[in-house]
T-cell receptor, first 111, second 114 residues
């Protein structure tokens, strides 16, 4: 699985959009970009995933660059409950392969 | 209803003891996992089971023995506990095909070895 690089930490004002970047320059053609988050003392939570096109669901939007070497997770209106560590993971779609969690980005939403 | 549940939530025990952690999922998934999160917060896969068959074993000491009585359960038994086993253990489940990257995690079991 391709390696990902994320900033260690970020702050975001409550109510504003949180944009979390991820670099995955070695991603291969059949690998997807997944985003998870882990709120303090809880299990990781799936947020969104994508291959080439931008994706949106009720939690977030995922913007993937045309060359697929980087992506951005967007939380459109961050709340205090969005404070968490966010993990960007690149992996194939099928099979039972494990998820490789890096160090992630610690997002702090500030009142 | 809880999708992935683990018991116990907390486990405090002495070195050398043997303990088990139980995991159950009611999502109808055919693949289950155990992850370990250490004190530095690194989250690493330990085991993966598909339809009760072991498919991933990531260099885990053989003191750790997963057991899957059926597709909905994956228990983790640990023999001769050591201080370094102290961590939070997470169970997860997914479907083998399709969205295998979308895994559902349990709330975790915090194991403290004294």
């Amino acid at each position: 699985d391709a390696k990902t690089t994320q900033p260690t930490s970020m702050d975001c004002a409550e109510g504003r959009a949180a944009n979390l970047p991820c670099n995955h320059s070695t991603i291969s053609g059949n690998e997807y970009v997944y985003w998870y988050r882990q709120i303090h003392s809880q299990g990781p939570q799936y947020i969104i995933h994508g291959l080439k096109n931008n994706e949106t669901n009720e939690m977030a939007s995922l913007i993937i660059t045309e060359d697929r070497k980087s992506s951005t997770l967007i939380l459109p209106h961050a709340t205090l409950r969005d404070t968490a560590v966010y993990y960007c993971i690149v992996r194939g779609q099928t099979g039972a392969n494990n998820l490789f969690f890096g160090t992630g980005t610690r997002l702090t939403v500030i009142p | 209803d809880t999708a992935v549940s683990q018991t116990p939530k907390y486990l405090v025990t002495q070195m050398g003891n043997d303990k088990s952690i139980k995991c159950e999922q009611n999502l109808g998934h055919d693949t289950m996992y155990w992850y370990k999160q250490d004190s530095k917060k690194f989250l690493k896969i330990m085991f993966s089971y598909n339809n009760k068959e072991l498919i991933i074993n990531e260099t885990v000491p053989n003191r750790f023995s997963p057991k899957s009585p059926d597709k909905a359960h994956l228990n983790l038994h640990i023999n001769s506990l050591e201080l370094g086993d102290s961590a939070v253990y997470f169970c997860a489940s997914s479907n083998y095909g399709g969205l295998a990257g979308e895994q559902f995690f349990g709330p975790g079991t915090r194991l403290t070895v004294l």
